[in-house]
């Protein structure tokens, strides 16, 4: 993801539209938008048609969001699995069973807090066989009895040890009464989604209520240019400040 090292649809419903305030980043050059903490991402594609994390199947999609939304745990730069939305975690000496504690205090985009019941619900809907059909199941969740001890440890019981298990709970925690993660995503991350155009761009802002370290900016547009020629020439003119991947 773009932005970690740096730390479909609006939450007003105008999904396909650009307000004033994002044009006018658009049109600004670089040093005028690092003034405002500002950052212009060029990318080669949309993202998928749905924003919801448990449904996006497209890698340009999971690294935008990849700043919104955290599991339980999170991958660092080197690989790493870190504690995000748990404090810390301790596995049984059969391997059968994992215990996390969660970070007190953290919130969702929406200033909802997070509960063990959010981190349940979150992991059974993608370990469920009759989930909807567009929930992209992980089979490491199914047949993992999964439960709350007090009010802030969440525990697996596996039936059998596996060794991957822990890489899987990167996925990411949502809150639970939430509908609208299709067009106006909401989750933990140092970045909250402001607006989406599609084939246009992609709007984030830096989450001032993050629990980690804060982002060093203030607002991220990712610009979309499919064709790779027009991506150069905006980031030689200007236009983007980085492009998420080059060929060329």
């Not at 059969?94 to 997070?114: A, I, S």
Request: proline share 4%.
């Amino acid at each position: 993801a773009v932005l970690s090292g740096c730390g479909g649809g609006s939450q007003n419903g105008m999904t396909g539209t650009t307000d004033q305030s994002t044009a006018n980043t658009q049109t600004e050059g670089p040093a005028a938008r690092a003034a405002a903490g500002e950052l212009n991402v060029g990318i080669a594609q949309d993202l998928d048609s749905s924003l919801d994390p448990h449904k996006t199947v497209k890698a340009g999609t999971r690294e935008v969001m990849f700043n919104v939304f955290e599991g339980l745990l999170k991958p660092d730069a080197s690989g790493n699995l870190n504690p995000a939305v748990a404090e810390s975690y301790t596995v049984s000496e059969d391997h059968l069973l994992y215990t996390f504690k969660l970070r007190t205090g953290v919130k969702f985009h929406n200033g909802q807090e997070v509960t063990p019941e959010d981190v349940i619900w979150s992991y059974q809907r993608c370990g469920d066989a009759n989930a909807p059909a567009d929930i992209i199941q992980v089979a490491a969740f199914a047949n993992v009895e999964m439960y709350q001890e007090g009010d802030d440890t969440v525990c697996f019981q596996l039936q059998e040890p596996n060794n991957e298990f822990a890489s899987y709970l990167t996925t990411a925690v949502l809150p639970k009464d939430y509908t609208e993660q299709d067009t106006a995503p909401v989750g933990t991350g140092p970045f909250k989604f402001v607006s989406r155009s599609v084939q246009e761009n992609v709007v984030l802002e830096k989450n001032a209520d993050y629990y980690g370290t804060p982002a060093q900016v203030d607002k991220v547009t990712y610009q979309i240019y499919e064709d790779e020629t027009a991506r150069i020439a905006a980031l030689d003119a200007g236009s983007i400040d980085i492009c998420a991947h080059m060929s060329m």
